[in-house]
């Protein structure tokens, strides 16, 4: 089985071959990998597990790239990138948002949709996946503040944690030590004035 050939013919997902990965953190460090593949959804995802399973060829997951090293002598193998994997959705007072969309665009999705809660993480840089995962915080307020349910994958296998499952602390969570791909997050939020919310954001912003 070809590794290329079939990441082409069963996952919608970009592959590039010998990336430099240096391109992909916010440290702009690192050598080249074999392949990065870019999913866009969790059936690109998991196609594109199963096949670097079936070929033999090592994975990494890669979020938005911040605060992470990434040896010179590069990585050989696959990482796979969810970046572009970016589901937002609303209804009523909860949303959802994959493990791909940053903390700043979850934010302007919230005050599209006049919804408070990310005000004080918005201008973290990095998404909402790597958030969950070291439970991001900032002037007294945490992701998981809001947060409903995480749903990871695992071996091929979907599973949803509530909130109260997830053992969050300060910088920690479950899934540091799971090892499990946080795909979605569910959060509750308060309807507030989109003029209050921005105003909000733009206070805790000054006292960065």
């Known amino acids: 089985m070809d590794f290329l050939t079939e990441i082409a013919r069963f996952t919608d997902a970009d592959l590039i071959a010998d990336f430099p990965l240096r391109k992909k953190?916010?440290?702009?460090?690192?050598?080249?990998?074999?392949?990065?593949?870019?999913?866009?959804?969790?059936?690109?995802?998991?196609?594109?597990?199963?096949?670097?399973?079936?070929?033999?060829?090592?994975?990494?997951?890669?979020?938005?790239?911040?605060?992470?090293?990434?040896?010179?002598?590069?990585?050989?193998?696959?990482v796979i990138s969810l970046g572009r994997f970016k589901l937002k959705t609303s209804e009523k007072n909860t949303v959802k948002f994959s493990s791909g969309v940053t903390l700043?665009?979850?934010?302007?999705?919230?005050?599209?949709?006049?919804?408070?809660?990310?005000?004080?993480?918005?201008?973290?840089?990095?998404?909402?996946?790597?958030?969950?995962?070291?439970?991001?915080?900032?002037?007294?307020?945490?992701?998981s503040d809001d947060l409903v349910s995480v749903t990871t994958l695992s071996d091929g296998k979907i599973k949803k944690y509530y909130k109260e499952d997830c053992e969050f602390g300060y910088r920690d969570s479950i899934f540091r030590k799971s090892g499990e791909i946080i795909v979605f997050a569910e959060f509750d939020l308060k309807k507030g004035n989109p003029s209050e919310i921005l105003s909000e954001k733009e206070w805790v912003d000054g006292l960065r």
């Open 25 to 78: 953190t916010t440290f702009g460090t690192g050598g080249k990998c074999k392949y990065l593949i870019e999913v866009k959804n969790l059936v690109s995802l998991r196609s594109s597990l199963d096949i670097a399973k079936e070929c033999g060829v090592k994975t990494a997951i890669l979020g938005g790239g911040s605060n992470l090293l990434f040896s010179d002598k590069g990585f050989d193998g696959a």
């Open 104 to 143: 700043p665009e979850a934010f302007n999705f919230c005050l599209k949709h006049s919804l408070s809660g990310f005000e004080s993480i918005s201008s973290i840089p990095g998404t909402v996946g790597g958030g969950i995962l070291m439970n991001a915080s900032a002037f007294g307020h945490s992701i």
